[in-house]
C-alpha cells in the first residue's frame, strides 16, 4: 500500500542540493510558543503540504524521482517530520544575527528524509526557525511561500484567506518528445561530481579536506545601487552598435560586478562561467500557477575570459568597460531562456536515463566558475508570525560553501540589497579588500 508521488524533472535534477533557510524574529509583545509553532507546522503539512509526508524515493532501473509514503507515513502525516525545539537559546535576537549559527538549524538530514526543521526560543523572547530541506521539493521561491504560509498557520488566519499552494509538478514533467537544443548548462557524467559529507555540508568528492570557506554579507543602498544603474546605462548608451542587449538590469550590473571582484580576488588566471538561476514561473507560456511548490530553476550560462575579468582598473573608483561587457553577457544569457528553450530544457532532462545524476556545468566549488541566485520580491520577509516580520531571513552561516551568491532584500526588509557570498577564508579577505574600494560600496 506504499504510494509514490512522482517529482518532475525539474525536481530531480535538484538532487545533489538542499535548500536551507534561518528566520530570526525579534521578541513579541505577544510572546512566542514552541508547541504552537509545531502545532501550526503539522496543520500547514497536512493541510497544504501532504507532499511533505514520507521519504525521497529513486528508482534504480529508470531514474525517476518520487516522494514514497507507507501507510504509516501517511497516518502520522506532519506528525512524522523531524521537529527540533530548543527553548532557552543562550543567544538574544542581536546575537543570532551576527552568529548565524548552525545551532539554529535540525540535525544533518538522514538519506531520503525530506525536510527537519527547528525553532527555538532566544534568550531576549525571540524566536528563530531553521528549515532544512531537499531541494527536490522546495526551489528559493517555494521555500519562502512556504515560509508565509506557516506564518498563516501559526497567526491563525482564515482558510480561505490564507495562500493556496499548488502541487501540479506534472506541468513540468516533459511530454516525451525528443529535445531540439544543445544544452552546456548540465554535466550528464559530471568529472567532479559533488557529493554530501555527514555533516550535511556539499563538495567536490575529490576532495577529502575541503579548505575553510566563510560568508559575508556586502550592502547596496538605493544610492549606491543608483550609481551604479547609471554607470551601466551610460555604458550601454556607448555600446549600442555592439549586437548586444541595449536593456541590462540593476541585477544584472551585480552580478556583473562581483563576477569581476570574486574573480580578481581568487586570482586563479583561468576563464569563468557564471551561471545565474533563472526563475521559470513567469517566463513560461502560460504561467506557472500561483504558489507553485516545485522546482522552476532554469540555468543561464555565460562565459568569460580572463582577460576580460582582470582589469587592473576596475577596483579603483573609475569603472572599466568590464562591467557593461559582463552585465551585457548575464543579459544575453537570461534572455536565451524564453519559453521555447525552458521547455525543450524540460524535455532534454526527462530524456535522461537518470535525471537524478545531472550536475550544473558550472565548477564553483573551489572552481574559478560562479553561481548566482536572487530571492529579492520574493516575499522573503513577509513571513509574518503573529504579526511580526523576521529581522533576517535567508541562510545561516554554512559549514562549507564556495563560490556561491545569494541576492536578497536587506536585512529587516529595509532599503536596498544584500549581496551574501559564499568563499574560501583567505578568497574572501581579498574580496573585502577590494570591495572597499570600489564606489559602489562607499556611503558618501
Request: hydrophobic residues 40%.
Amino acid at each position: 500500500n506504499d504510494v509514490l508521488i512522482p517529482m518532475s524533472a525539474m525536481d530531480a535534477v535538484m538532487n545533489t542540493y538542499r535548500v536551507v533557510v534561518l528566520y530570526i524574529y525579534p521578541p513579541s509583545a505577544k510572546g512566542y510558543n514552541l508547541s504552537k509553532l509545531h502545532h501550526s507546522f503539522v496543520t500547514l503539512v497536512d493541510e497544504d503540504y501532504p507532499i511533505l509526508v514520507g521519504n525521497l524515493h529513486v528508482d534504480q532501473k529508470t531514474g525517476a524521482v518520487s516522494v514514497k509514503q507507507t501507510p504509516l507515513a501517511r497516518q502520522q502525516g506532519g506528525n512524522g517530520i523531524r521537529f527540533e525545539i530548543n527553548q532557552h537559546s543562550s543567544q538574544a535576537t542581536e546575537d543570532a544575527m551576527a552568529s548565524l549559527s548552525w545551532e539554529f538549524m535540525p540535525k544533518t538530514r538522514t538519506q531520503g528524509e525530506i525536510i527537519a526543521v527547528k525553532g527555538s526560543i532566544l534568550a531576549d523572547g525571540g524566536m528563530a526557525i531553521g528549515v532544512d530541506c531537499s531541494h527536490v521539493l522546495f526551489d528559493g521561491e517555494a521555500m519562502l511561500t512556504f515560509m508565509r504560509a506557516w506564518g498563516q498557520h501559526y497567526s491563525g488566519v482564515n482558510k480561505e484567506d490564507r495562500l493556496v499552494i499548488n502541487h501540479d509538478r506534472y506541468l513540468l514533467s516533459g511530454t516525451g518528445e525528443t529535445y531540439r537544443f544543445p544544452h552546456p548548462e548540465f554535466q550528464i557524467a559530471p568529472v567532479e561530481p559533488l557529493i554530501r559529507r555527514e555533516d550535511g555540508s556539499l563538495a567536490p568528492k575529490a576532495v577529502k579536506v575541503p579548505p575553510k570557506t566563510t560568508e559575508h554579507v556586502f550592502h547596496l543602498s538605493p544610492a549606491n545601487m543608483a550609481k551604479l544603474k547609471k554607470s551601466k546605462d551610460k555604458k550601454i548608451a556607448q555600446a549600442q552598435a555592439i549586437s548586444q542587449p541595449a536593456y541590462i538590469s540593476t541585477l544584472d550590473a551585480i552580478t556583473a560586478l562581483f563576477t569581476i571582484l570574486i574573480s580578481q580576488a581568487r586570482e586563479h588566471g583561468k576563464n569563468v562561467q557564471v551561471s545565474t538561476a533563472v526563475n521559470g514561473r513567469n517566463r513560461l507560456e502560460p504561467p506557472l500557477p500561483a504558489n507553485y511548490s516545485g522546482n522552476a530553476v532554469f540555468h543561464a550560462l555565460s562565459s568569460y575570459t580572463n582577460e576580460e575579468l582582470q582589469s587592473k582598473n576596475f577596483s579603483r573608483k573609475k569603472v572599466s568597460t568590464s562591467l557593461s561587457r559582463v552585465a551585457r553577457g548575464v543579459r544575453a544569457s537570461i534572455l536565451e531562456r524564453d519559453n521555447v528553450f525552458m521547455r525543450d530544457t524540460v524535455e532534454f532532462i526527462s530524456n535522461q536515463n537518470d535525471p537524478a545524476t545531472i550536475n550544473d556545468n558550472v565548477n564553483f566549488f573551489f572552481g574559478p566558475d560562479i553561481a548566482f541566485t536572487c530571492w529579492a520580491k520574493m516575499g522573503l520577509y513577509e513571513a509574518e508570525f503573529d504579526g511580526t516580520k523576521p529581522w533576517y531571513a535567508k541562510i545561516p552561516r554554512v559549514p562549507c560553501m564556495d563560490g556561491f551568491v545569494l541576492i536578497t532584500e536587506a536585512l529587516k526588509g529595509n532599503d536596498g540589497l544584500d549581496v551574501l557570498v559564499c568563499l574560501e577564508a583567505n578568497t574572501m579577505e581579498k574580496l573585502k579588500t577590494l570591495s572597499s574600494t570600489v564606489e559602489y560600496f562607499q556611503d558618501n
